[in-house]
């Protein structure tokens, strides 16, 4: 049972386009991340929250923006799509009382044409 | 946070134990073990935690050495179920509100469990 959802599960877009990948969490965790990760490669962290109105860059650079205006809910904004966008979107969010144990979405998977 | 080195690959006949390692030999005193799986490019799957302790839930047994610079995740029973990308990781523990460290996932061990 899904307590992380993400929207779309696959998106196709045309080059230039403004797209926002939706991550939602029913368990009222304070922390939340979006990781990337290319077809058979390692997960990349690129954004990170520890709570609302807070938000942090990864490790790795991205063009991606993200806001947390409440606590459930942690979105994912690129404002003109390129095909080197081209990867899964992953997000996640963890609480203190599973020592910090993440519970994951199932991903969207996202190609820019 | 310590660095941790997984065998990139390894094989287990179904219904066997497999156990998988992980030595993170530059750990710190309040560095956790973590230890997750990824099927097919789903989203990871948290399987258990320990700091010094063994510790053992439904889906596995984590053994730490005494010296803590060595783990090994153990899966009873395999299946095929279980072929999956396995993520060893080092980080210090989410009780520390200030500590805000994500995960970093590194290549993990890639386990193919076999008929």
């Known amino acids: 049972e899904a307590d992380i959802y993400q929207t779309p599960r696959y998106l196709v877009i045309g080059t230039g386009k403004k797209i926002t990948l939706e991550c939602s969490q029913t368990m009222g965790h304070d922390k939340m991340y979006w990781y990337q990760q290319d077809p058979g490669m390692e997960l990349h962290l690129i954004h990170y929250?520890?709570?609302?109105?807070?938000?942090e860059k990864g490790d790795l650079s991205s063009e991606s923006t993200v806001s947390r205006i409440r606590t459930e809910h942690f979105p994912l904004t690129l404002e003109s799509a390129r095909p080197s966008h081209t990867s899964q979107y992953l997000c996640?969010?963890?609480?203190?009382?599973?020592?910090?144990?993440?519970?994951f979405g199932s991903g969207t998977r996202l190609t820019v044409v | 946070d310590a660095k941790t080195t997984q065998p990139p690959s390894m094989d287990c006949a179904e219904g066997r134990a497999a156990n998988l390692p992980c030595n993170h030999s530059t750990i710190s005193g309040n560095e956790y073990v973590y230890w997750y799986r990824q099927i097919h490019s789903q989203g990871p799957q948290y399987i258990i935690h320990?700091?010094?302790n063994n510790e053992t839930n439904e889906m596995a047994s984590l053994i730490i050495t005494e010296d803590r610079k060595s783990s090994t995740l153990i899966l009873p029973h395999a299946t095929l179920r279980d072929t999956a990308v396995y993520y060893c990781?080092?980080?210090?523990?989410?009780?520390?509100?200030?500590?805000?460290?994500?995960?970093?996932f590194g290549k993990g061990t890639s386990l193919l469990v076999t008929p």
């Open positions: 320990g700091l010094k």
């Open positions: 990781i080092v980080r210090v523990g989410a009780m520390d509100s200030n500590s805000g460290y994500a995960l970093n």
């Open positions: 929250s520890y709570g609302v109105n807070s938000t």
């Open positions: 996640a969010s963890s609480e203190y009382s599973r020592g910090g144990g993440y519970t």
